[in-house]
């Protein structure tokens, strides 16, 4: 199954639109060169350039800290582990880009593509971006995170053909599993993710996914 384009958005006039666009976010996470509105997919290969995902023709630096960046590692090889014992799929990790509309490109904390929306095999060993939405995307949110940013971004993913999204906060230990953009189930630390439909059979406590990172004291 390709990927269901998303509608380009039309182009802001001021800086204000911009940041409107683009959920509020902090300036800081906006790339000047190339000027807002100009860049396209090759400008995220460029060596001086930090991890950024391409909105509108923009250059949009994730917002990521070292808390983050373990718990994304630390789910996305929960489900490569599961997803490689069953032979489901394709898993990618937080630099994993995809295209799912034009002069948009994103990088999900961690995603799972399921086999059958792959649309031909030698696709795996193309080095170019991949037109294919993800069936199950993951975002663990950072302070300079905003509401509205990942609002949009969840209404892209579900529009292009996502089927299940995970949005975690390890400030808060909470986490909301949605099957759509509008509808999540909310869950707290003492919940447990599951796959729903998407990955059945697959489960972990919150509990576990928040001491990521922590040392494991010996009992005396």
């Not at 396209?40 to 990521?64: F, H, R, S, Y």
């Not at 990955?199 to 972990?204: D, K, Q, S, T, Y």
């Amino acid at each position: 199954m390709i990927v269901r384009r998303v509608a380009a958005e039309p182009k802001p006039y001021t800086v204000a639109d911009l940041l409107d666009r683009l959920g509020g976010i902090p300036l800081s996470r906006i790339r000047m060169e190339p000027a807002p509105g100009t860049a396209t997919e090759g400008d995220l290969d460029k060596p001086e350039t930090v991890l950024c995902e391409l909105i509108d023709g923009t250059l949009v630096e994730k917002a990521m800290g070292s808390r983050q960046t373990r718990l994304g590692l630390f789910i996305g090889s929960l489900l490569l582990q599961f997803v490689e014992k069953l032979d489901l799929g394709v898993v990618l990790p937080g630099d994993g880009f995809l295209r799912i509309g034009p002069g948009l490109v994103r990088a999900p904390g961690a995603s799972f593509i399921v086999w059958e929306a792959i649309p031909y095999e030698e696709m795996l060993d193309e080095d170019g971006l991949w037109s294919v939405c993800p069936t199950l995307i993951v975002e663990v949110l950072s302070p300079g995170n905003t509401k509205a940013e990942i609002d949009r971004k969840l209404r892209e993913f579900f529009a292009a053909g996502c089927k299940l999204a995970w949005v975690i906060d390890p400030a808060t230990k909470t986490a909301k599993v949605h099957t759509s953009a509008t509808k999540a189930k909310c869950l707290d630390e003492f919940g447990g993710l599951g796959g729903v439909k998407v990955l059945p059979g697959f489960g972990r406590a919150l509990a576990e996914l928040f001491a990521v990172g922590t040392r494991k004291r010996k009992k005396k």
